[in-house]
């Protein structure tokens, strides 16, 4: 089990804001280079790392 779980999920929950910014940065350049697949996948993953952020902010 976990040391000190809150100070891990908050970890956790730093490295989704984190994550979520860097591809929703990727999206947006693959949109001004009209890579239209890579920009959706990189916007659902910027989507999925905020419903990621509120569920572990719930839980903490």
């Known amino acids: 089990m976990a040391r000190n779980?809150?100070?891990?999920?908050?970890?956790?929950?730093?490295l989704t804001i984190v994550i979520?910014?860097?591809?929703l940065a990727v999206g947006?350049?693959?949109i001004a280079k009209e890579?239209?697949?890579i920009a959706t996948a990189m916007i659902l993953v910027a989507a999925w790392q905020i419903v990621n952020y509120r569920l572990w902010k719930?839980?903490?």
């Open 5 to 14: 779980p809150k100070k891990i999920m908050k970890l956790m929950m730093i």
């Open 58 to 60: 719930k839980r903490s």
């Open 20 to 23: 979520g910014f860097a591809a």
């Open 35 to 37: 890579e239209y697949i």
């Open 28 to 30: 947006i350049v693959a």
